[in-house]
Structure formats: C-alpha cells, structure tokens
C-alpha cells in the first residue's frame, strides 16, 4: 500500500473504534497518532533495508506481529502510566492496520511469500527489489491506474470521515 492509503486506513480504523468505544469523533492529538502511526512500520524497515542494509526486506522487523504487538504494548504501556491510554490506543490501532492491510494484501495479490513476514523470524522474508517498486511509478500500467482511481475514491472518502468528525488533527496547529 502506498503510505497515503496506510494513513486512511489507519485514520478510519482508529475513527471507527473511538465512535464505537467513547461515541465521539477522535481527539486532535490522537487523530494524529493514528496516523503518524499508521507510517511508521515503514519508516522503519525502508531505510533499513534499502539505505543501510541491516535487514533485507522492507517488510520485516517493524512489520514482523512478534515485534509490532511488543512495540504497541510498550509505548501503550507508557502512555498508560501518564493518564494518556488513548494515545497509547490511537499508537496500536494506525501501526496495527498498517502491519496487517500489508499482510492481507499479500495474501488477496498471491504473493503469499511476501506475507511470511507475519511468522518472521520463524519464517525467512525474501529479499526486497527496490527497483521494482520505483519503477511503478514511473510505468504506466492499466491495471495500476484503476488502482489510482480507486485509491482516490477510498481517500476522498476518507476526508469526508475527517471533515465529519470535525477534521482532527488540525486544532494541534491552531492552539495558542
């Protein structure tokens, strides 16, 4: 997925849960936890594989689930301690979408060797081809911009989500 489209999904995860859970759209901060979040498996294993060459996969460490729960339980954990359980919720809910829609859309495309890394490390990853993902954006492929048409309708959605719940995230930069 592309990050915009792990940002939605995360906002609207995280938008979902609060409505169901508190019945009230999400908070400022929180909004962008979630989202911030939602980034951050590959913020990690990106660079790490395709700039320092710690890892070979830019689907393995910080996408792995044995890493990904102990990190959320662990910053949940903290916030916790401080009275902000919500951040701690907003944190594990974007991060979590993000590790699982990439699961999951390994598994609908077939290229279910790029879903091991949901048992990493009892299961080896392969190797990333970093050309290849550049190269989508330059070629231009029929199936790939109906993929683009539907990704903006999914993203137009997700703004009419935010601007419905009174878009949050956006008072964080209005405050005095």
Known sequence: MW???????????????TRRRLDAPPGDVAALLAVF???????????????VGVV?????????????VALC?????????RSETEYGV??????????????LQSVLVGEYAYAR???????????????SVLAELGAFDPALSATLVVSAVVGLATVGL?????????????RS
Do not use: N
């Open 117 to 131: 890394f949901v048992l990493w490390p009892l299961l080896s990853v392969p190797t990333d081809q970093q050309e």
């Open 90 to 103: 907003a944190f594990a809910v974007g991060y979590l979408s993000h590790v699982a829609s990439d699961a």
């Open 56 to 68: 070979h996969s830019g689907r393995m460490l910080a996408h792995a689930p044995i890493v990904a």
């Open 162 to 174: 935010w601007i419905a719940d009174g878009t949050p995230g956006l008072g964080v930069f209005h």
């Open 37 to 51: 979040a939602s980034q951050l498996p590959d913020l990690i294993d990106k660079p790490l594989a395709w700039t």
């Open 3 to 17: 990050p915009w489209e792990h940002a939605a999904l995360g906002y609207v995860c995280y938008s979902a849960l």
């Open 73 to 81: 339980f662990g910053v949940w954990w903290y916030l916790a301690r």
